[in-house]
C-alpha cells in the first residue's frame, strides 16, 4: 500500500528556513507531479508549489522567490525549502503525488497527513 509522509515541520522565527520532506513507501511503478499544499485555520487548502517527473516547476505566486520545490526520482522523495518565511506561511503542509502503483494499469493521487509549520513574528 502507498504512503505519503512528510516531515520537517516545526516552529521557527520569522525569516527564517524550515526544509520539508516527503516520502513515499510502498511499491511504485511510475509518479506523475508532487506537490505540496497547504492548509491555514479556517481557509482553504492552496497550492503551495508543484513539480513535474520532468522537473518543471510551479509556485503560488506568495512564495516565489523564497520556496523551492524538488524531487529525487530514485527516492520517490520531493522536498520544500522554504526560506524567509513570514507568519502567514503558518499552515498543514501537505504533501501530494499523482502515481501509478505496481499492479495497477491508472493513476492515482496520494496525500501525506501533513505537517505543521508555525511562523513566529
Known amino acids: 500500500q502507498v504512503q505519503l509522509v512528510e516531515s520537517g515541520g516545526g516552529l521557527v522565527q520569522a525569516g527564517g528556513s524550515l526544509r520539508l520532506s516527503c516520502a513515499t513507501s510502498?511499491?511504485?511503478?511510475?509518479?506523475?507531479?508532487m506537490g505540496w499544499y497547504r492548509q491555514a485555520p479556517g481557509k482553504q487548502r492552496e497550492l503551495v508549489a508543484a513539480i513535474t517527473s520532468g522537473g518543471s516547476t510551479d509556485y503560488k505566486d506568495s512564495v516565489k522567490g523564497r520556496f523551492t520545490i524538488s524531487r529525487d526520482n530514485a527516492k520517490n522523495t520531493v522536498y520544500l525549502q522554504m526560506n524567509s518565511l513570514k507568519p502567514e506561511d503558518t499552515a498543514l503542509y501537505y504533501c501530494t503525488a499523482n502515481l501509478r502503483p505496481s499492479g495497477h494499469s491508472t493513476y492515482m493521487d496520494y496525500w501525506g497527513e501533513g505537517t505543521l509549520v508555525t511562523v513566529s513574528s
Open positions: 510502498g511499491t511504485i511503478f511510475s509518479i506523475n507531479t
